[in-house]
């Protein structure tokens, strides 16, 4: 019933729900902006998703971006995205999450915990999202693990410039 009401009062007010912390999902608010298709597939997470999981970002900037595809190439650590630019990304545009996988409250990532990032993927891929997990030859070994987007971002407008 719980969710029904939050699922119902977020298409009626669209755009302008504001989310809260409760529930499966830690830091829900970095999520803010994101389209509503995924908006309210973590709200329905909230009360019914398999495991705990703390949002890392949401909507990224053109700086932010710049930043991530400076990684691995002019900068220090492993190439994390292909994108040069912001528009090019279903961050970007609204349409993608980035989390972690919470094991007794304290963000997990690694091989060891890719049975439960699977899980979250599959509750995603059930409600029709697409996960990086999949992407395992680009992103190998475990492809990107803690990323979900809707399939058809590329038909978002850009959210920020
Ligand atoms: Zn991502």
Do not use: C
């Amino acid at each position: 019933m719980l969710l029904l009401v939050i699922v119902v009062a977020a298409l009626l007010i669209g755009g302008s729900v504001r989310t809260v912390d409760y529930g499966k999902v830690k830091n829900i608010a970095r999520a803010d902006g994101v389209t509503g298709q995924l908006r309210v597939a973590l709200m329905e997470y909230q009360v019914s998703g398999p495991i705990d999981i703390e949002i890392i970002s949401g909507v990224r900037t053109e700086e932010e971006q710049a930043r991530l595809y400076a990684q691995g190439r002019s900068t220090p650590g492993e190439i994390v995205t292909y994108a040069a630019h912001a528009v090019d990304t279903a961050h970007g545009r609204g349409g993608a999450i980035d989390f972690a996988v919470l094991v007794g409250g304290v963000q997990t990532y690694g091989s060891d915990a890719r049975h439960l990032y699977l899980q979250v993927a599959e509750w995603f891929e059930a409600r029709g999202f697409v996960s990086g997990i999949r992407w395992t030859k680009e992103f190998p070994p475990d492809g990107d693990m803690g990323h979900i987007n809707v399939s058809n971002w590329k038909a978002l407008a850009m959210r920020l410039s």
